[in-house]
């Protein structure tokens, strides 16, 4: 069994995740259809390589992969599971339980229904952010029902598979739990501390690090989709902030006492060490070093130049814009034993170390 299971494909939605999709598809071999209700953004993905943008015979699609804000989704899917007889319906999208109930409702026979989510994304939305190896290594959930036919969960299995992402099975209850821990609840929080951040004098904000970016990247994410699954996944989420207000009450009233401070950031770092990395590694089995690179053209494919002709292996990579000069920051995340290796290096080459 191999894509040919999956092809011809349609996407509905090609904005960051369904274009994201398009382009990993069709790079396996996958012949894709786009669709999108804005015309543009179905172009704009033509344009970047994620599929075609004529309409497929209905009866020839083997594989309809919903990709649209999280309140249409189950009116999209009820739509295509009439109109696409012979296919699978999947979808993209971050809370399961509502989908499904909302389709129940309709009394819809949800035997070609396979509910899906890549755990990838970003901050950002809309076609143009696409790249075919967002999914590459990251996990893909998959939530199947009972009345799902093997052929229909193995169709879905194929598309995170072709993406190169890593299946995760989990009923649609686990899953809502599960991701309001690690992504609804964090992306609430972030949006708390940035919330902060609109109160503070400009003059103040100047001093900012890469502490509170790191913290508040997520906050920039589309306010119309996260208001959309957080309205559909409230319960889960209510339990993560009302058990951070108990926190919160409590390090209020004895932030005096150092042994409570103590024991916060303690749990803070054992929270940190518990987050899996790139390819399972925690982030604490990786050394960033990082090296200052002038804001001109070329710089960067010149530092590439000198590390990688080194056999560097690098982790993770990420930049910082100086608000000052014509300067940006660039962290390279490698194994503790290739970090000293690289700092010589980059030393040699004459850039400018930071840490
Ligand atoms: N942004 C992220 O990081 C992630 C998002 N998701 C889920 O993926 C889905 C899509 O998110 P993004 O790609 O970020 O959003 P996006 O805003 O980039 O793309 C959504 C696309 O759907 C189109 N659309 C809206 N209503 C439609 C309709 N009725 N029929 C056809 N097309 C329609 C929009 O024009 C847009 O092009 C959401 O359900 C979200 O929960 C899942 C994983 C990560
Ligand atoms: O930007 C990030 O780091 C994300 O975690 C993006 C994201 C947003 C929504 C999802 O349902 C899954 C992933």
Same mark, same amino acid.
């Given at each position: +069994?191999?894509?040919?299971?999956?092809?011809?494909?349609?996407?509905?939605?090609?904005?960051? $995740?369904?274009?994201?999709?398009?382009?990993?598809?069709?790079? #396996?071999?996958?012949?894709?259809?786009?669709?999108?209700?804005?015309?543009?953004?179905?172009?704009?993905?033509?344009?970047?390589?994620?599929? *075609?943008?004529?309409?497929?015979?209905?009866?020839?699609?083997?594989?309809?992969?919903?990709?649209?804000?999280? #309140?249409?989704?189950?009116?999209?899917?009820?739509?295509?599971? !009439?109109?696409?007889?012979?296919?699978?319906?999947?979808?993209?999208?971050?809370?399961?339980?509502?989908?499904?109930?909302?389709?129940?409702?309709?009394?819809?026979?949800?035997?070609?229904?396979?509910?899906?989510?890549? +755990?990838?994304?970003?901050?950002?939305?809309?076609?143009?952010?696409?790249?075919?190896?967002?999914?590459?290594?990251?996990?893909?959930?998959?939530? #199947?029902?009972? !009345?799902?036919?093997?052929?229909?969960?193995?169709?879905?299995?194929?598309?995170? @598979?072709?993406?190169?992402?890593?299946?995760?099975?989990?009923?649609?209850?686990?899953?809502?739990?599960?991701?309001?821990?690690?992504?609804?609840?964090?992306?609430?929080?972030?949006?708390?501390?940035?919330?902060?951040?609109?109160? $503070?004098?400009?003059?103040? @904000?100047?001093?900012?690090?890469?502490?509170? *970016?790191?913290?508040?990247?997520?906050?920039?994410?589309?306010?119309? +989709?996260?208001?959309?699954?957080?309205?559909?996944?409230?319960?889960?989420?209510?339990?993560?902030?009302?058990? +951070?207000?108990?926190?919160?009450?409590?390090?209020?009233?004895?932030?005096?006492?150092?042994?409570?401070?103590?024991?916060?950031?303690?749990?803070?770092?054992?929270?940190?060490?518990?987050?899996?990395?790139?390819?399972?590694? *925690?982030?604490?089995?990786?050394?960033?070093?990082?090296?200052?690179?002038?804001?001109?053209?070329?710089?960067?494919?010149?530092?590439?130049?000198?590390?990688?002709?080194?056999?560097?292996?690098? !982790?993770? @990579?990420?930049?910082?814009?100086?608000?000052? *000069?014509?300067?940006?920051?660039?962290?390279?995340?490698?194994?503790?034993?290739?970090?000293?290796?690289?700092?010589?290096?980059?030393?040699?080459?004459?850039?400018?170390?930071?840490?």
């Amino acid at each position: +069994m191999g894509i040919e299971q999956i092809s011809p494909a349609l996407i509905i939605g090609t904005g960051l $995740v369904g274009a994201s999709i398009g382009c990993a598809l069709s790079e #396996a071999g996958v012949v894709v259809h786009l669709k999108d209700r804005d015309r543009s953004h179905a172009i704009v993905a033509a344009g970047r390589g994620a599929g *075609r943008l004529e309409a497929p015979d209905p009866a020839q699609v083997k594989l309809v992969v919903v990709a649209t804000p999280p #309140a249409v989704i189950a009116q999209v899917v009820a739509a295509s599971l !009439e109109k696409y007889p012979n296919a699978v319906v999947t979808d993209v999208g971050s809370v399961k339980t509502r989908i499904t109930s909302d389709l129940q409702a309709l009394h819809i026979n949800l035997r070609r229904y396979v509910g899906g989510h890549p +755990m990838a994304g970003s901050h950002q939305s809309g076609p143009l952010t696409a790249a075919p190896e967002l999914f590459v290594d990251r996990t893909w959930v998959i939530s #199947a029902r009972p !009345e799902n036919p093997d052929w229909a969960v193995e169709r879905t299995r194929q598309l995170a @598979l072709t993406c190169q992402a890593r299946i995760r099975e989990l009923d649609a209850a686990e899953h809502d739990r599960a991701v309001a821990e690690v992504s609804h609840f964090p992306q609430l929080v972030a949006s708390l501390t940035a919330a902060r951040l609109a109160q $503070v004098p400009s003059e103040d @904000l100047r001093l900012a690090g890469q502490g509170v *970016r790191d913290v508040t990247r997520i906050a920039a994410s589309d306010v119309t +989709m996260w208001r959309q699954i957080v309205s559909a996944n409230t319960a889960p989420i209510r339990e993560q902030l009302v058990a +951070m207000r108990d926190d919160l009450d409590h390090l209020i009233g004895a932030l005096d006492d150092p042994r409570v401070v103590i024991d916060l950031l303690t749990r803070g770092n054992e929270g940190v060490r518990a987050l899996p990395g790139k390819r399972g590694k *925690r982030p604490d089995e990786v050394i960033s070093v990082v090296v200052e690179i002038p804001d001109a053209p070329g710089a960067l494919g010149q530092l590439f130049a000198s590390i990688t002709t080194n056999g560097v292996n690098i !982790e993770d @990579l990420s930049i910082e814009h100086d608000p000052d *000069r014509p300067a940006g920051y660039l962290s390279i995340d490698v194994a503790p034993e290739r970090a000293d290796a690289l700092r010589q290096l980059i030393r040699e080459h004459g850039w400018g170390l930071r840490s």
